[in-house]
């Protein structure tokens, strides 16, 4: 990034003239604008932004920003983000994906984007189905699930994306979801603003083909009951009246308990700082979907080197010890061969 100051920019500045083309009601709607209301508020400039999405209803992300962007493959964003990364360590940038994209065909490409903390902001929209494709099933749909491709119901185990994510040992993993402006915009900035690979996952509904899959949790009535907000040093309580904690067993398991059962200073509190993943991966896997009470906020935020300023002090370190590298005289070592007619 520049050491200047960006100028001033509005929503206005950051949105293109495309017209948006997502089914009315689509929760990717309120992330967009989530984005592009946030954006203004960090020092970035449009030309120093990039959005690289793969392919899916997410995927049209780039093309109703005014920035730099790629529409790229399927499944591919976090193998061309890395490339772009590596070699424009100035630039911000975004990779937009969705469940299928980024967990079936692009699974690899994800994983380890994550394990070598390249500097990628990644959000990942879930929405539990494949949107784009008229509704079958995807990698985080429950089992049971009735789609096109699965008229008996889904009997694959779905993925859960933090646990992935932090299974890869992520650098910065968190959860939102998009019916609430406020709590995206606060995640989106904390992942911008970490160093090294941010994977932010978004509950996000699809009216037509998966519509209300996270309305128990996120209806606005639900929200207090079964939403359990990840607050860094603070004890994990939740409900209407904050009654409801989570604590760790004599089995080292995180459970939900009555405060007034157990007492405040029995509960867990959140360290989202904590270098061991095993704990944030726990709460994790706390909820058995998004009909129970959930974790929201940020699990992991840990410093370690990215994987770009690693890669430049190798190249730097070897330049010190060998001299400038001759792209000819590489090209041209043992073993090489002639072929002849």
Sequence with gaps: MSDTLAPATTRKDWTSDQEVRWCPGCGDYSILAAVQMLLPELDVRRESTVFISGIGCAARFPYY???YGMHSIHGRAPAIATGLALARPDLDVWVISGDGDAL????NHLIHALRRNVNLTILLFNNQIYGLTKGQYSPTSEVGKVTKSTPFGSLDAPFNPVSLALGANASFVARTHDMDRKHMMETFRRAHDHRGSALVEIYQNCNVFNDGAFEQITAKEARPRNLIPLVHGQPIRFGIER????????????????VADVGEEALLVHDERREDPSLAFMLSRLAEGPYSPTPIGVFRAVERPDY??????????????QGPGDLRALLHSSPTW????
Excluded: F, N, W
């Design 104 to 107: 079936s065909i692009g699974g």
């Design 338 to 341: 002639e072929v002849s007619a």
């Design 65 to 67: 920003m005014r920035t």
């Design 243 to 258: 009654e409801k904690g989570v604590m760790l067993d004599g089995q080292g398991r995180a459970r939900i308990v009555d």
């Design 308 to 321: 770009g300023s690693l890669m430049d002090e190798q190249l730097a370190g070897a330049q010190d010890r």
